[in-house]
């Protein structure tokens, strides 16, 4: 089997795509993956360390706000679709899957044009516009949430699967965490996440939080992935107090601070919360307000709704605020193990599992189809 994944530029849509990718290779062995991603560390890093194959995409960027940005997005998606084909014709793969995002673009038009087979993963409530363009000519479009169907009305057929998760996080352990983290496996844990990112926001927030903490150092610890930008500010910060903590700027391997979370304070990207809702974490999602359609408001708000978290705005999430409800949440045991309960209840760990099985039957059926002997009615003779 080959199969090609395309999409990153963020962690929730490159790790949805390794996520598939492990259970592709349990299932096939001898599967060749490739991914499309764009030329971040992060992406090459994960990609690299799962022994996938990383084609970069090096033109195509995120940002359209002004008018050479524009020119420079058409520029950069025409020619990353042109590499596309080329990579595509090459490798001939089975199946083309589309991550979202506006990396998955390319690849995508590509295989529209060529017309190859792709189905297409979307993981927010609102779904991305490379998704919602595309689905017309996808195979089939898989989502996690059952309100993003009504976004799909010419989608040949629509499926809430749920978004794979990777099976490390699936068979995490506290030990694993405590020993390689070297923080305690008795003491409550924070685990502050900003995306594959960063999130300014969060961070000067968790930080200015810090001196409040630090009267419960003897049973609180945190867990801090800062992102690139912000690590050595907050890493810097950490060390004035007496708090025993892990800083870093992004953890690939994302299920030792997991294992030991006790509650998540993050932004609702789709890939945080279904990781979150699979393993069953209460959390604290602060939207990044500036996200397209505003979907990540749409993502917290449905975790609100399901008991899993708190949706706070940006503007609201003060210091005094965070602590207010960490410190709340992490007291009330009672309440703490029902947003634990909730959160599993909204998680479909079973995900990748049902995405490859319905891809099995889509390539299943096209194989039957070519294997058909076509009839032929013999030719007329003129007499």
Known sequence: MKIIFAGGSTGGHLMTGLSLAQEVKL???????TFFATSKHFEEKCISEKGFSLKKLRYTVGSQRTLWQKFRFLAGIILDTVY???????????????????????????ATALFFPFVLIDQNVVPGKVNRIFSRWAKEVYCHFEQSIKWFPKAKSVQPTGNPVRKEILDLKMEMGSQSLGLSANKNTILILGGSQGARAINETMINCLVSFQKYSNTLQIIHCAGELDYEEVKAVYKQYKIDAYVCPFMSNI????????????????????????????????????????HQYYNALEVEKGGAGVLVAQDDFTPRLAVKLITKILSDKEKHENMRMKSRAMGKPSAAKDILERVENLLSKATAYKDVKQIKFPAYQNK
């Not at 299932?27 to 993956?33: F, S, T, W």
């Not at 030792?256 to 945080?272: C, N």
């Open 84 to 110: 596309s084909c080329v990579v595509i014709t090459r490798e001939k793969p089975d199946v083309i899957v589309g991550l979202g995002g506006y990396s998955s673009a390319p690849p995508i038009i590509a």
């Open 27 to 33: 299932a096939y062995p001898d599967a060749e993956i």
């Open 255 to 294: 299920e030792l601070a997991y294992g030991m979370a006790d509650i998540v304070v993050a932004r609702a990207g789709a890939g945080t919360i279904t990781e979150l809702t699979a393993i069953g974490l209460p959390s604290i999602l602060v939207p990044y307000p500036f996200a397209a359609d505003n």
